[in-house]
């Protein structure tokens, strides 16, 4: 290496030293914020506001699978569930309490912004209205601090499943609620309500391979019952 003005030769571990970027001194950065826990706070203060002016809710979502004891890996946003002549009263409601609420293109919800977390507010399930008698299933539970009703895990995974297609089948995003739920699922009610549609019988038959529910016996039609052969 050349000598500097000095006449002296610096090492090569001074010269690596002298290129490297100088890290300024000051408090640390912030840590991005949890984003769990973000939306569980934006589910309490939510559920804080309709409690109080005595709106009929319930959670519903990645949320209520966690309150029901599953696990904590939350989805993008809050869901709850209110009946469709509640949905003016509620919006008035959230924005009295200073939260942004807008009506989206989607005819079955309204949406709103809460500690910087999308909250949807759903009056329609796969396609069906909610109802009182869908409300009044639900179980008081609490969310870390705050106590509210949470949708049941059976009417849960019935409106999962019922809002399967051909367009939208995501079986990855439900296996883990149907796991971890399991001993809290009415799985003959689910058939029953569900297990017509060829989606959700797919999915309710993997569930049977995966051992995670017990085989269904489905009754035989009359046709089936007076074939040949066919003892009853």
């Known amino acids: 290496m050349t000598p500097n003005a000095e006449g002296v030769t610096p090492h090569l571990s001074d010269a690596v030293t002298a290129l490297r970027p100088v890290t300024p001194v000051g408090p640390p950065a912030e840590l991005p914020p949890d984003l769990n826990q973000a939306i569980l706070e934006a589910a309490k203060q939510v559920a804080s506001v309709l409690k109080k002016q005595g709106h009929d809710f319930a959670l519903a979502g990645s949320v209520a699978v966690f309150a029901h004891g599953g696990a904590g890996n939350l989805q993008h ?6 009946r469709p002549e509640d949905a003016e009263a509620v919006a008035a409601t959230l924005e009295n309490a200073g939260l942004a609420v807008h009506v989206p293109p989607e005819d079955w919800l309204i949406k709103a912004k809460c500690l910087g977390q999308d909250v949807d507010l759903i009056f329609e399930l796969a396609h069906e209205p909610v109802t009182p008698e ?6 008081e539970l609490p969310l870390d601090s705050v106590r509210m009703p949470v949708l049941a895990p059976t009417d849960l995974l019935c409106a999962l499943l019922s809002a399967f297609s051909e367009h939208y089948c ?16 009415d799985w003959q009610r689910v058939d029953r309500e569900c ?13 049977e391979r995966l051992q995670i529910i017990t085989p269904r016996i489905r009754a035989l039609d009359e046709e089936e019952q007076s074939a040949p052969g066919r003892h009853p």
């Open 170 to 185: 995501d079986f990855g995003a439900v296996l883990p609620m149907a796991r971890q739920l399991r001993e809290k699922i």
């Open 195 to 207: 297990g017509d549609a060829p989606m959700p019988d797919a999915f309710l038959y993997l569930l």
């Open 77 to 82: 946003d809050v869901d709850f569930c209110i």
């Open 134 to 139: 869908l409300l009044a299933r639900a179980t």
